[in-house]
């Protein structure tokens, strides 16, 4: 499988860092724990955003955020516009699940 903008170092940098990645509930938890977006607490039906934390690995953030953006740079705008709003909806439906901690 292959994953635009993920090459071997990256990939190797993320097997590395995360070693079981069944220990998170979501991707946006492990996210939250790479320092990549904001931690995410409900209590009451109220949703408690934290801040983005820095503790995770600097090194695999960096690769992240240079993968996604040489996709975002080299990409066809009407060919992968509809590709982009495939992988959003699926996004959509993941909201009010509950936040990170627990």
């Keep these: 499988m292959e994953i635009p903008g993920v090459g071997p170092l990256l990939a190797s940098a993320f097997v590395a860092t995360v070693a079981d990645p069944h220990a998170f509930k979501s991707g946006r938890c492990l996210s939250a724990w790479i320092g ?11 949703e408690k955003l ?10 695999l953030r960096q690769l ?6 040489a996709v975002i740079r080299y990409a066809e705008p009407e060919r992968d516009q509809a590709a982009m709003a495939g992988a959003t909806d ?5 909201q009010g699940r509950g936040g990170c901690a627990g």
């Design 36 to 46: 990549l977006v904001p931690k995410q607490n409900f209590s009451g039906g109220k």
């Design 90 to 94: 699926g996004a959509a439906n993941n």
């Design 64 to 69: 992240l955020v240079v993968g996604a953006m």
């Design 50 to 59: 934290g801040s983005i934390s820095k503790a995770g690995n600097r090194y």
